[in-house]
């Protein structure tokens, strides 16, 4: 039996949504929606929160207890979604290794992988480093110095 004061989950719910400008519109309203969540409620405090990101892709995850309440926490924006912002590309290769899409520099490597560590299964910067690096050459992106 549960202590009293103690909530349960009963749900963990992981979307994408664009920070500050999400709608009830899929994939956030039907995800919700079949758990019992105030969807209306969850977008506005998720766009007050995030307000500063201007529509960047940002990762959500959301617990939804036994009530119907929920908390949720934003992760940062996938590596890949910062990669292609900071190389100024619309999207990665469909060939990554015969077609380049852009360049990175060691720079801009670092500057993601330092947003990205506590989100990261490493715990140094440089192995944090090398992590976005692969996933910058995986999407046809040089690394150059």
């Known amino acids: 039996m549960a202590k009293k004061g103690k909530k349960e989950?009963?749900?963990?719910?992981?979307?994408?949504a664009p920070g500050g400008q999400a709608t009830p519109a899929p994939p956030i309203g039907p995800a919700l929606?079949?758990?019992g969540v105030n969807i209306g409620q969850?977008?506005?405090q998720f766009n007050a929160h995030?307000?500063?990101?201007?529509?960047?892709?940002?990762?959500?995850?959301?617990?939804v207890y036994a009530d119907r309440s929920f908390t949720?926490?934003?992760k940062s924006p996938p590596a890949a979604v910062l990669l292609k912002?900071?190389?100024?590309?619309?999207?990665g290769s469909g060939v990554p290794h015969k077609e380049k899409v852009g360049t990175v520099?060691?720079?801009?490597?670092?500057?993601?992988?330092?947003?990205?560590?506590a989100d990261l299964n490493c715990l140094a910067l440089d192995s944090a480093e090398r992590v976005i690096a692969g996933t910058a050459r995986s999407m046809g992106i040089d690394v150059v110095d």
């Open 33 to 35: 929606g079949q758990h």
């Open 85 to 91: 912002d900071a190389a100024k590309v619309a999207k």
């Open 105 to 117: 520099t060691r720079r801009q490597i670092s500057e993601i992988a330092e947003r990205k560590l």
């Open 72 to 74: 949720f926490e934003v």
């Open 9 to 16: 989950v009963t749900n963990v719910i992981k979307l994408q």
């Open 42 to 44: 969850f977008v506005q």
């Open 50 to 63: 995030t307000g500063s990101l201007n529509g960047m892709l940002v990762t959500v995850v959301i617990s």
